[in-house]
């Protein structure tokens, strides 16, 4: 069964900085894209970053770009967001997302975690 | 951004009604085009991909048609288990971006 755990959500002051881990189990995690997704309730969820099986190859969102570093360690089955820099309009919950094999739709979401930028 | 246009946001429908959702794309993603169903509390359920494929597993009342710009979901004949709230995902150019979704709620 695939499982996807993500962590290191809190509440952060505007220009702070949070790292969030997801933890992967299930699947030969380097086989796959990773991808990171925020939803704030009431809105559709918004690609943040996406990262290549074996890491050579990422992207961002305009809005976290030059802010965000997306990165993997596949020994660990670990993916990473370093989000520094955080502003009012990064709050939201953000989900550790698996990209199907084939196709660039997602087929498992881990359960998210919290992030709060506030004063 | 392509950006990505759901109608309505809300649906109020009884069960066994036929249900369309519309999702509109800003330009056109071709077939590249998801749709997820989302529980509270829960992920979100990956129905159909490339607009009209059937994801294993998911029961044959939903289905997706349409290409280019314009797409729907369509439930046959809509089941408790239903009343949620659909999004559609376009992964035609990255950022993909999603719909705002379509809350499916009781009549």
């Known amino acids: 069964e695939v499982q996807l755990v993500e962590s290191g959500g809190g509440l952060v002051q505007p220009g702070g900085s949070l790292r969030l881990s997801c933890a992967a189990s299930g699947f030969t995690f380097s086989n796959y894209w990773m991808h990171w997704v925020r939803q704030v309730p009431g809105k559709g969820p918004v690609c943040v970053s996406r990262i290549s099986g074996d890491g050579s190859s990422t992207n961002y969102a305009g809005s976290v770009k030059g802010r965000c570093t997306i990165s993997r360690d596949n020994a660990k089955n670990t993916l990473y967001l370093q989000m520094n820099s955080l502003r009012v309009e990064d709050t939201g919950v953000y989900y550790c997302v698996r990209r199907h094999q084939v196709g660039g739709f997602f087929d498992d979401w881990g359960q998210g975690t919290l992030v709060t930028v506030s004063s | 951004d392509i950006q990505m246009t759901q109608s309505p946001s809300t649906l109020s429908a009884s069960v066994g009604d036929r249900v369309t959702i519309t999702c509109r794309a800003s330009q056109s993603i071709d077939y590249k085009l998801a749709w997820y169903q989302r529980k509270p509390g829960k992920a979100p359920n990956l129905l159909i991909y490339d607009a009209s494929n059937l994801e294993t597993g998911v029961t044959s009342r939903f289905s997706g048609s349409g290409f280019g710009t314009e797409f729907t979901l369509t439930i046959s004949s809509l089941q408790p288990d239903d009343f949620a709230t659909y999004y559609c995902?376009?992964?035609?150019?990255?950022?993909?971006?999603f719909g705002h979704g379509t809350k499916v709620d009781t009549k």
């Open positions: 995902q376009q992964y035609y150019t990255y950022p993909w971006t």
